[in-house]
């Protein structure tokens, strides 16, 4: 019996579409989940292979029950910042496409127990992986200037700073243990006016789960390790949620196609440099159709690029 790990791939057919999986190729798809997409990728694939990777031990186990008995399956509980001693371990040499749907799954906002969601009250925790520093300690032990410039770097919150001052001083009183006490300290340090509209913790709860999980800066550091583990001709396709992964995946992308780096008043180029890769496709977003069955996928964006 597969384990509840319910997740909806969001731009699944664009993902797939993009992809354009051929039947004896090999494909990695970096943040399984649930297995929505590697699902589409299987039904296309004959002889070729499929290796997923996951943080999460909850959504390993699912795809293990959902995969486990396909020969041409490979799954990985691990970081997909390893993807090279990965494909290394199963003497793989190229792939022909390799996805990576970015973000919180379904399973774990809906999952009361995990502390992502501001919703429904739950011990803070926010770890993808289960392991390392979780939100408690972020909220708990960092000092009021670096809360501070999490909240305002990574949720682009323009009230960090009084939220930051309300933390501390709430803490001071008692350790704050839940995210329902998080919201309230939140919503407290807001001015009225700050309330309409989209959830006042949403921001603070992104950029603290953004920190504890190293996100950004996982997401820099690998996509350079994903390319140079694409064939030529390889697809790698990036589906982000918010503004800060995508201008990090739009920038790369864009350093990749854009070859020569001589001045623009240079007459002639000296430096020899050439496009690494062809840009696909420029952000992708979500129909209204996909968009009112999972309202979710409203802020996905997807961005391909084929290796030259």
Not at 91 to 105: P, Q, W, Y
Request: proline share 4%; net charge positive.
């Amino acid at each position: 019996m597969i384990m509840e790990f319910h997740h909806i791939p969001v731009l699944l057919r664009d993902s797939i579409e993009a992809l354009a999986v051929k039947p004896d190729g090999i494909y990695v798809d970096c943040t399984a989940g649930g297995g929505g997409h590697s699902e589409l990728i299987l039904k296309k694939l004959d002889k070729g292979k499929l290796v997923l990777i996951d943080r999460d031990p909850d959504a390993v186990k699912a795809l293990s029950e959902k995969f486990g008995e396909d020969g041409r399956v490979s799954i990985f509980n691990d970081n997909f910042s390893n993807i090279d001693a990965i494909l290394h371990s199963l003497r793989i040499e190229k792939a022909d496409g390799i996805l990576a749907d970015l973000g919180v799954s379904s399973f774990q906002l809906d999952n009361p127990k995990r502390g992502f969601s501001f919703h429904t009250d739950a011990p803070l925790d926010m770890r993808m992986s289960k392991t390392g520093i979780s939100a408690y300690d972020v909220v708990n032990t960092y000092t009021q200037d670096r809360l501070s410039r999490i909240i305002f770097s990574f949720g682009e919150e323009k009230y960090a700073g009084s939220i930051a001052r309300n933390i501390v001083r709430q803490r001071a009183i008692k350790p704050i243990e839940t995210t329902l006490r998080l919201v309230e300290i939140i919503r407290n340090a807001m001015p009225k006016s700050a309330l309409r509209g989209s959830h006042p913790a949403r921001r603070t709860f992104q950029a603290i789960r953004i920190e504890v999980n190293g996100e950004l800066e996982t997401l820099k550091n690998t996509l350079p390790l994903m390319f140079g583990q694409l064939c030529v001709g390889g697809v790698l396709a990036i589906i982000t949620f918010h503004s800060l992964e995508d201008r990090i995946v739009k920038d790369y992308f864009q350093t990749l196609s854009k070859g020569c780096t001589c001045p623009r008043d240079f007459p002639v180029c000296v430096c020899g440099g050439k496009p690494k890769a062809r840009v696909k496709s420029r952000g992708v977003t979500s129909k209204e159709e996909e968009i009112s069955k999972n309202p979710r996928s409203r802020s996905a964006k997807l961005r391909t690029a084929v290796k030259l």
